[in-house]
């Protein structure tokens, strides 16, 4: 009876470790999401679109085309020039300030107004 509750009950963990856990896929809770970056005072603002472009509004209104790819721990974004790439370790929180130094040495502060939400996968129904 022991044996039993015992194989239940770690059953059960596992199931809700499964259902629970969600894989997070880098960019994708700002494809499609403006980001606010600010890098030594200067706020541009940077829509992560979900086809891999971005736009790049500056402060005074002027659109930069850019593009975007997230993968290997690294956010980077191409503008004109080679890809400036931040670390990106983790999932953007909407409201949640984030300070990342890029590869070109510049610090910045990211702040995600909104954010997308990870899928929800359901636990498959049983059958019987």
């Known amino acids: ?3 039993a509750r015992m194989a239940l ?12 856990a969600q894989s997070w896929t880098p960019g994708s809770e700002i494809a499609g999401q403006t980001v606010q970056v600010d890098t030594n005072g200067v706020v541009n603002n940077i829509t992560f679109n979900p086809d891999g472009s971005a736009i790049i509004t500056t402060p ?3 659109a930069v085309p850019a593009s ?3 993968s290997g721990s690294q956010l980077c974004l191409t503008a004109g020039g080679p890809a400036e790439c931040f670390p ?9 300030p984030v300070t ?7 610090t910045s ?11 929800t996968q359901r636990p498959a129904g049983e059958r019987g």
């Open 60 to 62: 005074s209104g002027r």
């Open 1 to 3: 009876m022991i044996a």
């Open 109 to 119: 502060r990211w702040l995600a107004t909104n954010t997308n939400q990870p899928a």
């Open 68 to 70: 975007w790819t997230a």
């Open 88 to 96: 990106y370790a983790q999932a953007f929180q909407a409201g949640q």
């Open 9 to 20: 009950c770690v059953g059960l963990l596992a199931c809700g470790t499964a259902a629970g």
């Open 100 to 106: 990342l130094t890029s590869s070109c040495n510049a």
